[in-house]
């Protein structure tokens, strides 16, 4: 079982390029996620997508754009990358509701320079 | 408040128990949950707990919530070196969905 797929899992970018994340699930879940991880702030919620065709702003959304493209699929878009966006991005998925365990991708590490 | 704390590190030795702690500040927490990261990979749900239970037990793992003094505590019995990981807890609230809010994540070392 794949579960949630993140591509790619690593990627060096300059200042100023753009660049597109990947995420797809297989497990038919109508709720997707992205996060960022930086050391000692544990995970900060940048998107969600509680549905197909809705998205919402989490913690930290300034300089990210997310498309969720359809049920399977949500991607997340650095317009202008700056040196603050090196991290390691997750996604993730989860049923609608509460209680639901979120599954999470392997993440993608991302360096600006 | 929307803080989550934890402790950055802990080192126990192989077969001792385990026991990682983590604070919220916000009392309309309706679920808590342990996250799992292994090095290299994205996060496991390990287990969770509803706001108005004491304790929840789940073969090696006790988490014990004191919602008086917002203080989660995840127990791990005879700790193994498979167990060294990342530990988060997270905090979903009424009428969030299911959006999370993480704590900052406890390194668990498991020294021989």
């Known amino acids: 079982n794949a579960g949630v797929t993140q591509t790619p899992k690593f990627q060096v970018l300059k200042t100023g390029q753009s660049m597109t994340l990947q995420c797809a699930q297989d497990?038919?879940?109508?709720?997707m996620y992205w996060y960022r991880q930086d050391p000692g702030m544990g995970l900060r919620l940048i998107y969600y997508s509680a549905s197909e065709g809705t998205t919402d702003k989490g913690e930290v959304p300034n300089g990210y754009n997310v498309s969720r493209l359809n049920k399977r699929e949500f991607s997340l878009r650095l317009e202008s990358a700056a040196p603050s966006q090196t991290s390691v991005y997750f996604c993730?998925?989860?049923?609608?509701?509460?209680?639901?365990?979120?599954?999470f991708g392997d993440g993608t590490r991302l360096s600006i320079l | 408040g929307e803080d989550v704390e934890q402790s950055l590190f802990l080192s126990v030795r192989e077969g001792d128990s385990s026991v990682i702690n983590c604070t919220y500040t916000?009392?309309?927490?309706?679920?808590l949950y342990w996250y799992k990261q292994e090095p290299g990979a994205g996060l496991q749900l390990l287990t969770y707990i509803f706001s108005n239970m004491d304790m929840k037990q789940d073969q090696r793992l006790t988490v014990l919530l004191n919602k008086k003094d917002k203080h989660l505590s995840l127990r791990i019995a005879d700790t193994q070196t498979g167990d060294s990981a990342i530990y988060f807890c997270a905090e979903s609230r009424t009428g969030g969905g299911n959006k999370l809010t993480f704590g900052t994540g406890t390194q668990l070392k498991v020294e021989l």
């Open positions: 497990m038919n879940h109508n709720s």
């Open positions: 993730a998925s989860s049923e609608a509701g509460a209680v639901q365990p979120q599954h």
């Open positions: 916000d009392s309309s927490s309706t679920y």
